[in-house]
């Protein structure tokens, strides 16, 4: 996963306000410990404030007092994560999407890539109903279910033209 995404996913696990080892951290996100303690600095120099907990039951806990942490993506956080490792391992993800010209369909997409646009967060992934690349708006989103199955990144796709 890319530092800006590990970044973001250990600001999720703070949320709830616990305090975690920096090792329990480092495991989570699967990086070295000092990448930890870099992605605190760097947290906190884009002002995201954690705090240092000392003693044998110390680590990192998120500052209450942390105005940054209103997200109004609250809702799609869960699935922001749920999809950014279903894209790192390329698993086929299920969803019942809300479209404003089809209604409520079931797809089958292989997601390639989460981006934020004008406030609202976004997923780029081949639909296999539609037979293309398609943006689906997170909030859009009503159910989804990652699969088992993965896909291939290589499929060239053939646009009729």
Not at 22 to 51: D, P
Request: proline share 1%; charged share 30%; aromatic share 10%.
């Amino acid at each position: 996963m890319s530092k800006i995404a590990n970044m973001l996913n250990m600001v999720q696990i703070l949320k709830d306000e616990n305090v975690y080892s920096i090792q329990s951290l480092a495991q989570k996100l699967e990086v070295s410990e000092r990448m930890i303690r870099q992605y605190k600095q760097e947290l906190e120099q884009a002002g995201i404030y954690i705090n240092s907990i000392t003693g044998k039951y110390g680590g990192y806990q998120i500052d209450k007092e942390n105005d940054f942490l209103k997200l109004e993506n609250i809702v799609k956080e869960e699935m922001y994560i749920v999809m950014k490792k279903a894209i790192k391992n390329r698993n086929k993800v299920e969803i019942e999407y809300k479209s404003i010209n089809s209604g409520i369909t079931k797809r089958i997409i292989h997601p390639a890539e989460l981006f934020c646009y004008i406030d609202k967060w976004y997923i780029a992934a081949f639909c296999e109903l539609r037979k293309e690349i398609r943006l689906f708006k997170l909030e859009d989103i009503l159910k989804y279910e990652v699969l088992e199955q993965t896909y291939d990144d290589k499929i060239i796709i053939k646009k009729k033209l």
